[in-house]
């Protein structure tokens, strides 16, 4: 499988209501409270209320979120294990 070109990532907050989050390549959970989120600069972490995914575009990697923002966080990516790496760990 080819390696994907990296996405120049970006974060804009808007009055903690509105985050624009550019460079997303997936979104492995939402709800109300969390949603996170992998990037080439690790998995961002965003926390609060109400939250939801206003839209979000897989080609472009651009997603919208709407809410009340109570924090955002990076948590460094580490190299994906096969099977046997996991099962070893």
């Not at 903690?16 to 939402?30: K, M, P, W, Y």
């Not at 926390?47 to 979120?65: C, F, N, P, Q, Y």
Request: glycine share 8%; aromatic share 8%.
């Amino acid at each position: 499988m080819a390696e994907q070109p990296f996405k120049k990532h970006g974060l804009n907050l808007d009055s903690r209501e509105r985050l624009t989050a550019t460079g997303i390549r997936r979104v492995d959970f939402f709800s109300d409270e969390l949603i996170t989120a992998q990037t080439d600069l690790g998995q961002l972490n965003i926390k609060g209320a109400e939250l939801h995914i206003e839209s979000l575009d897989s080609d472009s990697g651009d997603m919208l979120v709407k809410g009340k923002v109570g924090a955002v966080s990076y948590t460094e990516s580490s190299p994906t294990l096969s099977f046997f790496g996991r099962l070893f760990k």
